[in-house]
């Protein structure tokens, strides 16, 4: 086991301990009250480790980002409430578990000293979620597979055609990246190797990458390492976890 993962591991059960919320424990989709279609395309809740959002977030130049970061399947609202900590104009996150919404917002009351009102959490099923045109950084850890990421990519393209402006795609443990790959707007700007999984970095480059503007530093630090959530879904990239105990 790699140092990284061994720091990792211990500073894990830190995050709840120290601000009072929850996140930390995995929820099966299926014992959730998500219902509708997508449930089958679902990947279980389990929170993005603490250690590696920080990671990601420091590697980006996040700081002079104005528009709105959104979180496509929150759960829990991990990454939100690291979120606060930037200068996002508007924090969202997009849920289709009520439950999981309501943990996510008593979660943000309790790690935010103050009532922060850039958080918003939306009870709604991803497909279905029409892009604000402020939106720009699309945070996705493996939230569901193909069927349910092209629409959301579909949802991207068109507040792009309304309002073309860059944005950038945060894509933890991307099993779906082909989706990505293909589509002729996204270019790979970056590949993060965290300890658990890797992260890919997408923006839209428009007709001349020169023109791409980076969020990356200059020099790359990668944390070598590769791990179990990357085995998460099937072999074909894209196949969802499922919640019965035969699917694991
Ligand atoms: C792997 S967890 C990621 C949690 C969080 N983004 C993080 O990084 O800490 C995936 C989440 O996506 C949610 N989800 C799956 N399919 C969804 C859909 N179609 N619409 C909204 N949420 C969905 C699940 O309920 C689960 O909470």
């Known amino acids: 086991m790699t140092a990284s993962k061994v720091i990792s591991i211990v500073r894990e059960p830190m995050f709840d301990a120290v601000h009072g919320t929850d996140t930390a424990t995995r929820v099966q989709v299926h014992d959730t009250d998500a219902s509708g279609p997508n449930v089958a395309y679902a990947v279980d809740y389990e929170p993005t480790s603490y250690h590696e959002a920080r990671a990601l977030f420091q ?4 700081t002079d ?37 309501d943990t996510a917002r008593a979660n943000v009351q ?31 850890f493996n939230p569901f597979a ?15 055609r309304r309002r073309n402006r860059q944005v950038w795609v945060i894509y933890n443990n991307p099993r779906c990246r082909a989706l990505f790959e293909s589509g002729g707007v ?46 998460r879904v099937g072999a074909d990239g894209c196949t969802p976890v499922r919640s019965s105990s035969s699917g694991r």
Request: glycine fraction near 6%; include cysteine; proline fraction near 3%.
């Open 59 to 62: 590697r980006l130049r996040l």
């Open 65 to 101: 980002v104005h528009g709105a970061f959104v979180d496509f399947g929150c759960g829990k609202g991990r990454m939100l409430l690291l979120a606060t900590e930037y200068s996002f104009g508007r924090i969202v996150g997009i849920e289709f578990s009520q439950q999981l919404c």
């Open 110 to 140: 309790k790690y935010c000293s103050s009532t922060e009102e850039r958080v918003e959490i939306l009870n709604e099923d991803a497909a279905s979620y029409e892009l604000s045109d402020d939106e720009v950084v699309f945070f996705f």
């Open 146 to 160: 193909e069927a349910v990421m092209s629409m959301v990519l579909e949802s991207i393209y068109r507040s792009l």
């Open 186 to 231: 996204f270019l790979k700007v970056d590949e993060h190797r965290l300890p658990r999984t890797r992260a890919f970095v997408y923006t839209n480059v428009g007709t001349d990458p020169r023109s791409v503007r980076s969020l990356l530093p200059e020099r790359r630090a990668d944390v070598p390492g590769a791990g179990e959530a990357t085995e």
